[in-house]
């Protein structure tokens, strides 16, 4: 009943800022809480190592993390209320001021410092703490509110805690990095110098202002557009590449942390230039796109649909099968295609209608329309002379 009274408390409705409706639900759920209660929130975010616990078991994970903070948050001069997960590793903290005691943020800082230490030993990650000022129960609802505004603005420095009394929020003061110079070292191929050139203007402007999470995200769309053009250029089609969990989960995560936005530029940067030297490679191209035709000739092979497996233009493509084959792309898929088809009529009793369809020929006319200009016969009189 007290965890569902402080939820409600932290889920930020309006109606809560009431010291009425505040009074009721201590009543309702029988509590012995007073207004004047002087309350202090604690907001904890957290970043598990790669291949941690917090990664591979995050209800083994969370169960470590609970038995550590509330081994950590124990002191005469206060008691811990609630610790909740708000969402997914971000977890508030509610210590409660004992009335002989006047409330220190100090107090909660020095656990707060320790903690960073045992999560990082411990609990192999790093975390962020961020403290609200101490407030009666009955405004608590307001500084919340304050407290989860300032989370989702801010970038966290890993390791560190932060006071909510001194954030400020401010218009995003946002001057772009050398964009000429990033786009010159895609061009040489120089992906780690492009790394160091990011990372320093990151760290950087971390020393200069508060970063908050516009100004990472104007960052962050310079430098995905930067690559997508790079990627144009070299007639590769970034849109269809860059697509499923690894980067939708990397992308969501890269405005939480100067660290999370140096791990998505990785994966942007490394990726697009792994991709550059596959294609710069055409004899490797073309073998993929062979292969595909050879085990996959029932579906559809259409320029667009193959372009898209090797992430390129279509035309481009095109261009480039021939220049490594000498044929064009939509007779060497009629080739493989009626190759298969002979390989059935030889092998299987199967109609003609139902191979033409395994070969991905819905018509029958025009498979073997097709078949005849490749072999000189019908699919039946091929049959038949076999």
């Given at each position: 009943?007290?965890?569902?009274?402080?939820?409600?408390?932290?889920?930020?409705?309006?109606?809560?800022?009431?010291?009425?409706?505040?009074?009721?639900?201590?009543?309702?759920?029988?509590?012995?809480?007073?207004?004047?209660?002087?309350?202090?929130?604690?907001?904890?975010?957290?970043?598990?190592?790669?291949?941690?616990?917090?990664?591979?078991?995050?209800?083994?994970?969370?169960?470590?993390?609970?038995?550590?903070?509330?081994?950590?948050?124990?002191?005469?001069?206060?008691?811990?209320?609630?610790?909740?997960?708000?969402?997914?590793?971000n977890w508030m903290a509610v210590l409660k001021w004992t009335d002989q005691d006047q409330p220190d943020s100090a107090i909660a800082q020095a656990i707060c410092a320790t903690f960073i230490q045992r999560a990082n030993k411990y609990l192999k990650c790093d975390t962020c703490?961020?403290?609200?000022?101490?407030?009666?129960?009955?405004?608590?609802?307001?500084?919340?509110?304050?407290?989860?505004?300032?989370?989702?603005?801010?970038?966290?420095?890993?390791?560190?805690?932060?006071?909510?009394?001194?954030?400020?929020?401010?218009?995003?003061?946002?001057?772009?990095?050398?964009?000429?110079?990033?786009?010159?070292?895609?061009?040489?191929?120089?992906?780690?110098?492009?790394?160091?050139?990011?990372?320093?203007y990151l760290h950087n402007i971390s020393h200069t202002q508060m970063l908050n999470a516009s100004v990472l995200s104007l960052f962050r769309l310079d430098m995905v557009q930067l690559v997508y053009a790079y990627l144009k250029s070299k007639e590769i089609l970034a849109h269809?590449?860059?697509?499923?969990?690894?980067?939708?989960?990397?992308?969501?995560?890269?405005?939480?942390?100067?660290?999370?936005?140096?791990?998505?530029?990785?994966?942007?940067?490394?990726?697009?230039?792994?991709?550059?030297?596959?294609?710069?490679?055409?004899?490797?191209?073309?073998?993929?796109?062979?292969?595909?035709?050879?085990?996959?000739?029932?579906?559809?092979?259409?320029?667009?649909?193959?372009?898209?497996?090797?992430?390129?233009?279509?035309?481009?493509?095109?261009?480039?099968?021939?220049?490594?084959?000498?044929?064009?792309?939509?007779?060497?898929?009629?080739?493989?295609?009626?190759?298969?088809?002979?390989?059935?009529?030889?092998?299987?009793?199967?109609?003609?209608?139902?191979?033409?369809?395994?070969?991905?020929?819905?018509?029958?006319?025009?498979?073997?329309?097709?078949?005849?200009?490749?072999?000189?016969?019908?699919?039946?009189?091929?049959?038949?002379?076999?």
């Amino acid at each position: 009943m007290q965890e569902h009274f402080w939820r409600k408390l932290m889920t930020g409705k309006t109606s809560y800022s009431n010291p009425a409706n505040i009074t009721h639900l201590i009543a309702e759920q029988n509590l012995s809480y007073a207004l004047t209660d002087r309350v202090l929130p604690l907001l904890i975010h957290i970043f598990p190592y790669d291949e941690s616990l917090g990664k591979k078991d995050k209800d083994l994970f969370d169960f470590a993390l609970l038995n550590v903070l509330h081994e950590l948050f124990q002191d005469s001069r206060f008691t811990v209320e609630s610790i909740l997960e708000l969402k997914e590793y971000n977890w508030m903290a509610v210590l409660k001021w004992t009335d002989q005691d006047q409330p220190d943020s100090a107090i909660a800082q020095a656990i707060c410092a320790t903690f960073i230490q045992r999560a990082n030993k411990y609990l192999k990650c790093d975390t962020c703490c961020i403290l609200a000022a101490t407030g009666k129960l009955e405004d608590i609802n307001q500084v919340m509110k304050d407290l989860l505004s300032m989370n989702d603005m801010i970038i966290k420095y890993r390791n560190q805690t932060f006071l909510l009394e001194h954030y400020h929020q401010s218009e995003a003061s946002y001057a772009p990095p050398d964009l000429t110079l990033l786009e010159q070292l895609l061009e040489q191929n120089k992906p780690d110098a492009f790394l160091e050139e990011t990372s320093g203007y990151l760290h950087n402007i971390s020393h200069t202002q508060m970063l908050n999470a516009s100004v990472l995200s104007l960052f962050r769309l310079d430098m995905v557009q930067l690559v997508y053009a790079y990627l144009k250029s070299k007639e590769i089609l970034a849109h269809k590449m860059y697509t499923g969990r690894t980067n939708d989960q990397l992308f969501m995560q890269s405005l939480n942390s100067i660290e999370d936005m140096e791990n998505y530029l990785r994966y942007l940067v490394n990726t697009a230039t792994e991709y550059r030297n596959f294609t710069e490679q055409p004899n490797s191209v073309v073998e993929e796109i062979k292969h595909h035709i050879r085990t996959h000739c029932g579906d559809d092979l259409s320029r667009t649909s193959l372009a898209e497996i090797v992430y390129l233009n279509p035309d481009y493509l095109a261009r480039l099968f021939k220049k490594e084959t000498g044929i064009p792309l939509g007779n060497y898929i009629i080739q493989a295609r009626i190759k298969v088809a002979k390989h059935l009529l030889e092998t299987t009793p199967l109609s003609v209608n139902t191979i033409a369809s395994k070969v991905g020929y819905t018509n029958y006319s025009y498979f073997t329309k097709l078949f005849k200009q490749e072999t000189g016969c019908t699919p039946v009189d091929y049959r038949k002379n076999r």
